[in-house]
């Protein structure tokens, strides 16, 4: 077996109970907008922004967890570009738009965190491995579609 399909069985099986899981999947990518945001609105090094004004911690998590899709599948990390892209649209958008970047993402995790909850019926033992995984949530996912149309992972 290799790594990924070690990650998708993992996260898989830690998926089958999910008492609520519409409030579960709409928390989860909520959770990674929150925390990439947060991300984004850190200050950075006077050297990030001598590179560019777009390198801050949020890009930088967003580049590794690319970095880190390409290791694992090839085929996934493709499908998964347009995810990472989308997420930093929103956080581009979010910074040029004026609006307050940390209190916004601060509610979009504890909405989400809320959400994981719910979806676990409380079980916090269970909130926190989705925690550890919540990046391999949208890898699973596209997996699910590439496995109904017969792409290879």
């Known amino acids: 077996m290799t790594d990924i399909e070690d990650w998708l069985t993992r996260y ?3 998926h089958q109970l999910l008492s609520k899981p519409v409030a579960h999947w709409i928390a989860v ?11 984004w609105a850190l200050p ?8 560019s004004p777009l390198l801050n911690w949020g890009s930088t998590f967003l ?12 085929s996934l990390a493709i499908g998964l570009l347009p995810w990472l892209l989308g997420l930093a649209s929103i956080q ?46 949208p890898a699973w996912l596209l997996s699910l579609v590439y ?5 290879p992972i």
């Open 147 to 151: 496995r109904r149309f017969g792409i």
């Open 92 to 137: 581009l958008w979010l910074t040029n738009s004026g609006l307050p970047a940390i209190p916004l993402s601060t509610g979009l995790v504890v909405a989400a965190v809320s959400g994981l909850i719910l979806g676990r019926n409380g079980s916090l033992r269970f909130v926190v491995q989705d925690l550890q995984l919540v990046m391999i949530g």
């Open 29 to 39: 990518p909520m959770f990674v907008v929150g925390i990439s945001g947060l991300l």
């Open 63 to 74: 580049m590794v967890t690319a970095i880190y899709y390409f290791i694992i599948s090839l």
């Open 12 to 14: 898989e099986q830690n």
């Open 44 to 51: 950075v090094p006077t050297e990030f922004q001598e590179i």
